[in-house]
């Protein structure tokens, strides 16, 4: 808030708060000052004020007779603490006066919260003592008085009456932090999308008309590819880490041979083309040999199944406890430029939002995120592969199903927002969102049909029918369970405007890697397993899929889960 001073002309006459009286430095104080004395006798005698204040109402009490005489005439306002009311008052206090004006003249200036009978009292008081001062001031201006007593000593009233003005209660309050500039340090790149400026200072410009991509016609025809009727994507892009967990879990160490033979496994699959599209990688696969030397990618070519990368790098902490936002743009470009040359065709790249009582997500974690997705789409597009934009809602917590289709919602809505900021051409990418579920620790489960209308209803809100499909994740569901959701939407919604399909990991891998145990003699079993799943999951991308389910195994469900 500015000062008083402040909001005043430097030609301006001063005024007194409350009694708005001129102060005019050219007055003549000194010959006013010699002839109130003489008048001060015939003033009448005002009793004391009741007080104004009560240690509960925050208003200042001046208590005692009378202000004595001071040294000058000349009014001014000055703050007065007190003792006994912490804040801080203002006194109008006049000068030259003699003792027999006993009265207390002062106000308040700010909020009064007083009773209303000693507000009266005060109010009344002050009044009368200001009104018999400008007329006495009056009296002696217009009496003409020439005699100026020269040895009386003077204060000459100031240019400007110095006061004080007392800050508006939200004038304390902390300025909230600037979240959006937080949001866009956190992203640590700008180029495509350009952050408005929210103080309004000035506008933001419309990004220009942004070339498409040299592969846009390749772009369009993986893509389509990608959802073909009845199949999906197998997703094996676990980090090494989390593949060794998988693999502990059957007592096979996490070492580079027995990862191999994991993977080479799934890739030998006889048919798995007749509902595997395309499988996305992990790094070290896709430059991994089977153990005859063959490129794992030229095997997959060889069975129609189209190679996939996952080009992001891990999450790291920001914003509110516990969110996270995607690592992985710094150098994305020339990476993808050289996985192309691998033989990849397409990228996946997972933003991941959790919902939890305290907030969480908050809007700068979802506008973060969504931009990165946006950026990293962007840049794989004019490196030749397809973006797979990946904005999971975790399904942990205890909130409802009716809470994870808002959350999720708002998450898409914000990411086609980003995405159409980059021009990103919309026929050449695939949506991998999370399906809506109950959060796990809701104690409700909800039927294959409410997830389908829930999940559909939501993307009909938000996605641009110009999408060539939707990959839905299972997100830790159990592998029968994401089946039968998936066959719900396409029951339900024959007639969506994308494909609706499955880009599964646990949901594809767990009743296999139980079924092989790290034994060569179990290859061919798990191999029909693995068939067995693809098809019904392919079924399911028709709303086809009837009758028991092959899995053997319950609930994949992992807290926080990490690729």
């Known amino acids: 808030m500015q000062s008083h001073e402040q909001n005043r002309s430097a030609h301006d006459i001063p005024t007194l708060p409350h009694s708005r009286l001129p102060i005019d430095p050219q007055f003549p104080f000194a010959a006013l000052s010699s002839n109130v004395v003489s008048l001060s006798n015939s003033l009448p005698v005002f009793p004391p004020a009741p007080p104004l204040c009560f240690p509960s109402r925050r208003t200042q009490v001046i208590r005692g007779s009378t202000e004595k005489i001071v040294k000058s005439i000349g009014p001014f306002v000055s703050p007065t603490p007190s003792a006994r009311c912490p804040r801080r008052r203002y006194l109008l206090r ?139 994507i197998l997703a094996c892009d676990e980090s090494t880490k989390t593949i060794g967990k998988r693999l502990e879990q059957i007592g096979v160490p996490n070492e580079e041979t027995y990862r191999r033979q994991w993977r080479e496994l799934l890739f030998r699959t006889p048919k798995m083309n007749e509902a595997i599209s395309s499988a996305i990688l992990y790094e070290e696969t896709l430059a991994q040999n089977a153990a005859d030397g063959t490129p794992f990618v030229d095997i997959m070519k060889a069975n129609n199944v189209i190679p996939g990368i996952k080009v992001d790098t891990g999450v790291r902490a920001t914003f509110m406890d516990g969110e996270t936002i995607t690592d992985g743009l710094d150098g994305l470009a020339e990476r993808a430029a050289g996985y192309y040359k691998q033989g990849a065709r397409f990228a996946k790249w997972r933003g991941v939002l959790r919902i939890d009582p305290n907030g969480a997500p908050s809007m700068e974690a979802i506008e973060a995120n969504a931009r990165s997705l946006a950026h990293y789409g962007k840049i794989c597009q004019m490196n030749g592969l397809v973006p797979i934009i990946e904005p999971e809602v975790l399904m942990d917590g205890p909130h409802t199903i009716e809470t994870q289709a808002w959350v999720t919602e708002k998450v898409q809505a914000a990411t086609m927002k980003a995405l159409s900021d980059v021009n990103i051409e919309w026929e050449g990418m695939l949506l991998k969102p999370n399906m809506i579920l109950p959060g796990t620790d809701s104690g409700t489960t909800a039927t294959p049909e409410e997830v389908a209308k829930f999940t559909v209803e939501g993307l009909k809100r938000t996605l641009p029918a110009a999408v060539p499909g939707i990959t839905f994740l299972s997100g830790g569901q159990s592998e029968e369970e994401a089946t039968r959701n998936l066959n719900a939407m396409n029951k339900l919604y024959p007639n969506a405007p994308w494909k609706l399909s499955f880009s599964f990991g646990r949901a594809l891998q767990a009743s296999v890697l139980k079924a092989w145990d790290g034994k060569d003699e179990n290859v061919g079993a798990a191999q029909n397993l693995f068939y067995a799943l693809a098809k019904a999951n392919g079924d399911a991308a028709l709303g086809k899929f009837e009758g028991a389910h092959p899995a053997t195994t319950g609930s994949l469900y992992e807290k926080n889960y990490v690729y």
């Open 94 to 232: 006049t000068s030259q006066l003699e003792s027999s004006l006993e009265a207390n003249m002062y106000q308040t200036i700010g909020e009064d919260r007083s009773d209303k009978k000693y507000a009266s009292w005060g109010l009344a008081s002050s009044m009368i003592a200001n009104v018999a001062l400008v007329g006495a001031i009056c009296f002696v201006a217009s009496s003409g008085a020439a005699d100026v007593q020269t040895g009386v000593s003077i204060r000459s009233a100031p240019v400007v009456a110095p006061m004080r003005m007392m800050p508006t209660r939200n004038a304390f309050r902390m300025q909230p932090r600037n979240l959006r500039a937080n949001a866009e340090a956190s992203l640590e790149l700008k180029g495509y999308i350009p952050y408005p400026d929210t103080t309004g200072k000035e506008l933001t410009k419309l990004p220009p008309i942004q070339e498409k991509s040299p592969y846009s016609d390749e772009l369009k025809a993986t893509a389509a590819a990608i959802v073909a009727d009845g199949k999906g």
